[in-house]
């Protein structure tokens, strides 16, 4: 059965950097897109990155676009979300999450409904 380990996320300062991982565990990603969603203080959770198994097609909102970069490693054990030049409004519980069919992400579309696998959240805060 597979499961989501996150690790990463912390305080950091206004345009500053942190990782996220996401690693498996019980199983692989192969075959398998994995993301990311965050959810604000008061606000609803909402989509960030994902990437695909089959051609590692990424996709991110506009918003993180230029800042924020996902990737996977070749054992196919984890997902990064590399955050740079972090602003406040990046503040949120960050949650990983998988597409077991490989579909979505490839369609430029990464909805919460769809996925069957959740990460437990790790909070990122940024402020000065």
């Known amino acids: 059965q597979l499961q989501l380990v996150q690790s990463g996320g912390g305080l950091v300062d206004p345009g500053g950097s942190l990782r996220l991982s996401c690693t498996a565990s019980?199983?692989?990603?192969?075959?398998?897109?994995v993301g990311w969603f965050r959810q604000a203080p008061g606000k609803q959770r909402e989509a960030v990155s994902c990437?695909?198994?089959?051609?590692?097609?990424?996709w991110y909102i506009d918003p993180v676009k230029g800042r924020f970069t996902i990737s996977r490693d070749n054992a196919k054990t984890t997902v990064h979300l590399q955050m740079d030049n972090l602003k406040p409004e990046d503040t949120a519980v960050y949650y990983c999450a998988t597409d077991s069919a490989d579909y979505y992400c490839s369609n430029n579309y990464w909805p919460a409904e769809g996925m069957d696998h959740w990460g437990n959240g790790t909070l990122v805060t940024v402020s000065a």
């Open positions: 019980g199983a692989t990603f192969d075959y398998i897109a």
């Open positions: 990437i695909t198994d089959s051609d590692e097609t990424t």
